[in-house]
């Protein structure tokens, strides 16, 4: 049983931002569970989901597989570095 006020995982992202005082935030979930940082998610925050097997999921990009994980990140670095 959980209580309907329990935190989720959006309530514990929002705490290690407010805590890191981080500008931003990446967020990769492949889970239900996953689905209240998405709709939480800032318009700064990149949300994405792995698995396109939720049609109704708020995450702003997709993923095919866990193995694009790596490439996402190797591109956002790449990204990072050239600027």
């Keep these: 049983m959980v209580l309907a006020d329990a935190p989720d995982k959006a309530d514990a992202v929002v705490s290690l931002v407010q805590r890191a005082a981080c500008g931003s935030v990446v ?28 049609a109704e999921s708020r995450a702003a990009f997709y993923l095919n597989g866990y193995d694009e994980i790596a490439v996402l990140l190797d591109n956002s670095l790449r990204v990072l570095e050239s600027l």
């Design 27 to 54: 967020f990769v979930g492949d889970d239900v569970n996953d689905e209240a940082v998405f709709e939480r998610a800032r318009p700064d925050w990149l949300t994405v989901r792995v698995g396109r097997d939720d």
